[in-house]
């Protein structure tokens, strides 16, 4: 099947304008994460989506940082008045909630989010 | 979660077999090993995970130290294709948002031909 999507695949932007990123998680997959990685860096969590329950966005760096998901599906992030700190590779995870013995998150394969 | 420490970088010869050590000297008695890989300019990837016993999948094997203070990740014949960055990550398993991952700058495997 299908694993995550991610668009766009690359996006350049200028300093001060507004990003959205988008996120197809794997079809009946409860559980969505973004992370946001740093060239040369590890990963840093960004915000966590549980079915309809209230997102965990203890990871958000700031107030221009926000996202959406859409019941169990589509999630978009938005980035408001883009900074060149913003730079990065924004990559998306979905896991099943109900595989209890199972972590596992599958990884879409990132938006490059580079700001001039 | 437990800090682990990962040499930065590694070599292998294609074919034989990559050892990737981690130090987690911290880890709690509720505390699982993980593993995941970086391939270049792709999302990261599972590979396995383990309490105390030793586990082998279609992967890898995941050796850890009755410690439990250290393991190793074997890749029994690595390819060309198995060249990423690997991070080694101890966490709970408990529900919710802690489900979240933290990777440090893992090591970066190179196999060469």
């Known amino acids: 099947g299908a694993g995550v999507s991610q668009s766009p695949s690359n996006k350049v932007t200028e300093k001060g304008k507004d990003v959205e990123l988008r996120c197809d998680p794997i079809s009946g997959h409860t559980a969505l994460y973004w992370y946001r990685q740093r060239l040369g860096q590890g990963l840093e969590f960004l915000i966590y989506?549980?079915?309809?329950?209230?997102?965990?966005k203890s990871g958000l760096p700031s107030d221009r940082f926000s996202a959406e998901r859409t019941g169990e599906s589509v999630s978009t992030l938005t980035i408001q008045r883009t900074q060149q700190e913003d730079s990065a590779v924004y990559l998306c995870?979905?896991?099943?909630?109900?595989?209890?013995?199972?972590?596992?998150?599958?990884f879409g394969p990132g938006t490059r989010l580079t700001v001039l | 979660d437990a800090k682990t420490t990962q040499p930065p970088s590694m070599d292998c010869a294609e074919g034989r077999a990559a050892n990737l050590p981690c130090n987690h000297s911290t880890i709690s008695g509720n505390e699982y090993v993980y593993w995941y890989r970086q391939i270049h300019s792709q999302g990261p990837q599972y590979i396995i995970h383990?309490?105390?016993n030793n586990e082998t999948n279609e992967m890898a094997s995941l050796i850890i130290t009755e410690d439990r203070k250290s393991s190793t990740l074997i890749l029994p014949h690595a390819t060309l294709r198995d060249t990423a960055v690997y991070y080694c990550i101890v966490r709970v398993r408990s529900g919710g948002s802690n489900y979240k991952l933290t990777f440090g700058k893992g090591t970066l495997l190179t196999v060469n031909p």
């Open positions: 995870a979905s896991r099943d909630q109900g595989l209890a013995q199972n972590n596992e998150q599958f």
């Open positions: 989506f549980q079915g309809n329950s209230a997102p965990d």
């Open positions: 383990g309490l105390k």
